[in-house]
């Protein structure tokens, strides 16, 4: 049974940078495609990135474009999230979810669609960004 656990998750100030690690166990992580997503207090939870079971297929929100790089490590079982250039509207709780699903991948990493029709979840990292 695959399990996630994410980290990395502090207290920044704005323009500063985190890495969150997404590191799974109980199954080898290259059946999975990754996709990290994110909610703020009153807030709806939105897709922020996804990668593809190979790391060759990449996507991003919008509202994070050029700021943040999704990576993976199948050999560590691991997928980073680099947070570059961060602001008070990045602040949240993130999440990292796995499919193993064509059809889903296809949606979050090549077409955008975040639709939280994830096989697996984590628990959840806090990112507060604050002056």
């Known amino acids: 049974q695959l399990q996630l656990v994410e980290s990395g998750g502090d207290l920044v100030q704005p323009g500063e940078s985190l890495r969150l690690s997404c590191v799974a166990s109980g199954d080898t992580l290259d059946k999975y495609a990754i996709g990290w997503f994110r909610q703020a207090p009153g807030k709806e939870r939105e897709g922020v990135s996804c990668i593809n079971r190979s790391g060759v297929t990449t996507n991003y929100a919008d509202s994070v474009k050029g700021r943040f790089t999704v990576s993976r490590d199948n050999a560590k079982n691991t997928v980073y999230l680099q947070m570059n250039s961060l602001t008070p509207d990045d602040a949240a709780v993130y999440y990292c979810?796995?499919?193993?699903?064509?059809?889903?991948?296809?949606?979050?990493?090549?077409?955008?669609?975040?639709?939280?029709?994830?096989?697996?979840w984590g628990k959840g990292t806090l990112v507060t960004v604050s002056s």
């Open positions: 979810a796995a499919t193993p699903s064509v059809t889903t991948t296809h949606a979050m990493c090549i077409l955008g669609v975040y639709l939280n029709d994830m096989d697996c």
